[in-house]
């Protein structure tokens, strides 16, 4: 059953440091979101993608991030300076269309910034 | 405002039993869908109900969906120690998914 992946499953930086996770959605997808959860707390909305362009964006969402499709497999999120409250498990997902189609969720990779 | 609001925040129930978990939420929605999560790991998609739809059934899971109330309820029969996990509902709108706080479900042998 085809799945989303993530890498890495674990990331330690430095604040103020530069971190790219990565994602490789389902390959018949056409729409790919980045969630967060901070330990404890809900899984938050961060960004949805569709056609090499942000569709829609949270307020978390701001000039620190960015969300790039290098190539046909991977969609990227780059945390251009973290900072202590970034420290969450960040989640890919992706889904065939939207609105009432589901979105299939990778395992997470747990960004701890020091 | 705040959506995908579960309740209630913990139940535990004996194996066998039926489990009943219940959302609210505030604003218009196309859909909701509702996600397992096991300690530490990541969301299982368990399923989706769209705003036209009153329920649905996929296995042992049962969800109904008033949109006149703007509630939901996912109902697990014969409930299973492997059961045990967080549970969202998680409200569609555009193209983002709202989740709740979540449910713990403990399923004692």
């Known amino acids: 059953e085809p799945e989303v992946t993530q890498t890495p499953s674990h990331q330690v930086t430095q604040m103020g440091q530069e971190v790219i996770l990565r994602c490789v959605p389902i390959s018949n997808h056409l729409y790919f979101y980045w969630y967060r959860q901070i330990l404890g707390q809900k899984v938050e909305f961060l960004v949805s993608?569709?056609?090499?362009?942000?569709?829609?964006k949270s307020e978390i969402f701001d000039d620190q991030f960015s969300v790039e499709r290098p190539d046909g497999s991977n969609f990227t999120l780059k945390i251009r300076s973290t900072k202590l409250e970034d420290s969450a498990m960040y989640f890919c997902a992706s889904s065939e269309w939207v609105d009432y189609n589901e979105q299939f969720f990778g395992p997470g990779t747990r960004l701890t910034v020091l | 405002s705040q959506q995908g609001e579960e309740d209630p925040q913990a139940l535990s129930i004996q194996e066998g039993e039926n489990a009943t978990m219940n959302c609210s939420y505030k604003t218009s929605i196309n859909n909701l869908q509702w996600y397992r999560q096991n300690s530490g790991r990541g969301l299982v998609h368990l399923i989706l109900?769209?705003?036209?739809?009153r329920e649905k059934h996929s296995g042992r899971l049962r969800v109904t969906l008033d949109t006149s109330k703007k509630s939901s309820s996912l109902l697990i029969t014969a409930s299973r120690a492997a059961d045990t996990a967080s549970y969202f509902c998680?409200?569609?709108?555009?193209?983002?998914?709202?989740f709740g706080k979540g449910i713990t479900l403990s399923v004692r042998p």
């Open positions: 993608f569709y056609n090499n362009e942000i569709s829609e």
């Open positions: 109900i769209r705003s036209n739809e």
């Open positions: 998680a409200t569609g709108a555009n193209s983002k998914l709202t």
